[in-house]
């Protein structure tokens, strides 16, 4: 479920891959957990700046793939910590035009605090260690992986489970660090700070056949707009906002590990503004040590 | 049923994109009555280099408009007050962005032709309306100016 939660989190923007690098949280008796997860997605187009959504037609496509390798470990009896690395791979079409790219995306490192065994705050740090935006010198910038920003983000989460029913609550503000780049040709940019918050709200039943577990969840994405200086102009966009639907189902594989399997949607929910809109499905495998 | 008639009212007036879109059009076929702009014809200072008598003007090859194959066009630089063009040191810098998509810009190179005309890259509009390009020139090390130029992109 932690696995879920934490990728319906996810700190920015749709259109990068930053979104999948909130790392996965221990449970309250683990002690170690690895984990990798596959994510296949397909932009199905976006909502401008007045909040009008626009789909492609059949050609024009913007797919994904996003390969994350994550750990994390207990560091004391309420603290933990844990990365994240991603790989990412994009391709997007045009009309005429066909591009694709594959490369390193956003790293992430998280420190979480267990108040008890329902409550958890985590402090997530993303490294950005991919292409990103302002620097991209692809016509289609399928190289632009991340949001090229350090991101720090703060994350208050609940779950309580009741017999078979659980449900869970989280809330995250994030605060993406000004920073400067160079432009190809046009030179130095400079991208003021910006704050963004996640919110999302679940609940899963726990079938007594073979322990599988099915949840839904909704999720809300907000990101401050962004201004950026450059020797030309400064340049402003309005914020984004997008919502997540994801249904999840999981699996324990006796004492082997845990298999999970996810599909989120963000063109159901509105209203959505300045956003990329994809639906997309993960698959993740975990293996938890406990204590 | 009545439930589903919940469902979609619930999607409809929220906003919820999947209910309430609309699909890119497709780009239409190429205008052939547009005419191709003369050079001749861009010698009115409409858009000029502040603080000089310089003047720029983009001219494509035809008008531009929204997703197609890429556009060429031109980079016209001259003096206003008709006295001879200064040296400029090095191929001016040329990009362009659209007022609703901040933050895409995609790098246009450019080609020396002639005294105040430069050959732009091909120039791909994945959106109507109006562009902004900024043209930069550097008359002297270190003396840059740049000036605006404005393009309207047809939607279809």
Redesign the interface.
């Known amino acids: 479920m932690w696995l879920i939660l934490s990728q319906a989190l996810i700190a920015g923007a749709a259109c990068c891959s930053s979104g999948a690098t909130f790392p996965s949280i221990l449970g309250f008796s683990d002690r170690l957990q690895l984990g990798t997860t596959l994510t296949g997605s397909s932009s199905v187009g976006a909502s401008n700046s007045q909040g009008d959504s626009f789909f492609f037609n059949n050609e024009e496509a913007d797919r994904s793939l996003l390969h994350s390798v994550y750990g994390s470990f207990r560091l004391g009896d309420s603290w933990q910590g844990g990365a994240t690395v991603n790989w990412f791979t994009r391709q997007k079409e045009s009309y005429d035009t066909s591009e694709s790219s594959t490369g390193l995306a956003d790293t992430s490192l998280y420190l979480g605090y267990e108040f008890d065994s329902h409550l958890i705050l985590s402090i997530t740090q993303v490294i950005p260690t991919a292409e990103n935006s302002f620097e991209s010198t692809r016509p289609l910038r399928t190289d632009a992986m991340g949001r090229g920003l350090w991101t720090t983000s703060a994350t208050l989460m609940w779950r309580d489970t009741r017999g078979l029913w659980d449900h869970h609550l989280a809330g995250a503000l994030r605060y993406g660090w000004a920073n400067r780049f160079d432009r190809p040709q046009t030179g130095e940019v400079s991208v003021d700070s910006v704050w963004g918050a996640s919110a999302i709200v679940g609940g899963g039943y726990q079938w007594p056949f073979k322990r599988i577990r099915s949840g839904l969840g909704v999720g809300l994405q907000w990101d401050q707009g962004l201004t950026e200086r450059d020797r030309f102009q400064v340049r402003s966009s309005s914020y984004k906002m997008v919502w997540d639907l994801v249904a999840d189902l999981s699996l324990p594989l006796l004492d082997f590990g845990n298999f999970s399997i996810a599909y989120k949607d963000q063109t159901l929910l509105g209203p959505t503004q300045n956003a990329d809109l994809s639906r997309s499905v993960s698959v993740a495998f975990s293996r938890a040590w406990s204590l | 049923m009545r439930g589903s008639i919940l469902f979609l009212s619930l999607?409809t007036g929220?906003?919820?994109?999947?209910f309430?879109?609309?699909?890119?059009?497709?780009?239409s076929a190429r205008q052939e009555s547009v005419a191709t702009p003369s050079l001749e014809g861009a010698d009115d200072c409409q858009y000029s280099f502040p603080q000089t008598t310089l003047c720029a003007q983009i001219i494509f090859d035809e008008a531009p408009f929204f997703?197609?194959?890429a556009f060429t066009a031109v980079l016209k630089i001259w003096s206003s007050d008709g006295s001879s063009l200064p040296e400029i040191k090095s191929a001016p810098?040329v990009?362009h962005?659209h007022p609703?998509q901040?933050?895409?810009?995609?790098?246009?190179h450019v080609s020396f032709v002639s005294p105040g005309q430069y050959q732009l890259s091909p120039i791909?509009f994945?959106a109507g309306g109006t562009f902004?390009f900024?043209v930069?020139i550097e008359r002297a090390p270190g003396d840059?100016v740049?000036a605006?130029v404005v393009v309207d992109v047809a939607d279809s």
């Open positions: 999607m929220c906003g919820s994109p999947l309430d879109h609309k699909i890119n059009a497709r780009p997703r197609t194959e810098i990009f962005q609703q901040c933050c895409r810009p995609a790098p246009i791909e994945h902004d900024f930069e840059t740049i605006k």
